[in-house]
């Protein structure tokens, strides 16, 4: 949005919407995942209103809405916003279809730039541009300075002094509720103030950060960070009060110092590990997600004048989605079944009798021991009973390493070498002479 400011950008921001045929109160409990599944199926079809070639953009989370229109001048935006929501199949007439009910005395507008416009009686002064009232169907709605949408506060220039306040008000409000808790001689333990403090006051104060909050870099842009560091130290002397609190240290003690004794991260390093993870988060989106296509044009190429949230996050973390591994956090649905079958010999006469039967094309052997103080892993591969392959590994110290773990590391050497044979195209065998080590692998 901010690289729209030049050319004006106004946005409507509705208010929550309530259904007669759709009510969540009745038979769906608000904090129940069934009702958010039901609302985006009900209202899914509003975002398809606004047309994108236009200047117009819906935004959608359940019962919150928002419409963004871009032109020239408040005027055309205005006339816009009237459109969208008067027009046949609009805003009001999917309202009335879904029998649903706008308060329209509830809504908010917020016309956005930075472009500023001359004093009328001072010349070399510059003043912001002037809003104008919004009309829709004899209903006026006055232009905010700022709005809040999905616990955001969003101003008309885009500076997110609003959400810095608030992110500080946030972290002050908890940190006098921990106050109460700990007590230097009769409150919880100091492990437990530090829990709250991560768990609580931390996410709520660095709630979008990725969005407000700019990179604590002194290399890039100086003028352009000023305000981001500004309010990082604002919020930075927050965690100093917090980690006083937990330690019960004076107030005088270095607060490196403090962070080192509460196990926790100087506040600009914490702020750069939010928004890294957030730029991580954004880059592995699926191809179905709307931010897909975004990110990755945003991580393409880099724009040097208005850049968005998307491009300082990708470029500043050198974060390519192309090149971006995605690790699945489960491994295996509930209906997956392995494809290969494991046995375990009751005795060493039986494993040496099963050995001796197998008729696998490929044989894979591998082995972990310990000797003179050095544990090692080694696996050999023989097709048709001509060694193909071989390989070791050393661990290190057995101080430092166990044979048990030397066992995981050779049959891992075992599955390179299958992995690097050719034409495995017929049965495959391993040999392993641990149980635990096979057991481990969650396959019998």
Sequence with gaps: MARHLEGRCTTLIFD??????????????????HSLICYLIYNADLLAIPNTRNGEMGLLFVDDAAIVAVGEDFTETHQKLRTVMTKPDGIFDWARLHNCEFGIDKFQLLDASRRTAQHPFMPRRRIPLPRKTLVINGHRIEPKTSVKFLGIHVDQTLRWKEQCASALAKGQDWLIQFGRLAKTSRGVATQHVRRLYVAIALPRMLYAADIFLTPH???QNPNARKSGRAVINKLGAIQRKATVMITGAMRTTATDVLDVH????????????????AALRLATLPESHPLHKPVKNAAARNVKKHPTPLHELMHTYKIKPQLTETIRSVRQDTKWAPNLATRTAGTAEQAEKEDGDDQADIQVYSDGSGIEGKIGAAAVLYRDGVLQGELRFHLGSDKHHTVYEGEGIGMVLGLELIRSERHVNRLTSMGVDNQAAISATGLI
């Design 217 to 219: 870099r002194r290399s």
């Design 16 to 33: 929550d919407f309530h259904s007669a045929s759709f009510d969540i109160n009745n038979g769906l409990d608000q904090g129940d995942p």
């Design 262 to 277: 509460t196990d926790l991260l100087p506040f600009h390093l914490l702020v750069d590990k939010h928004r890294q993870r």
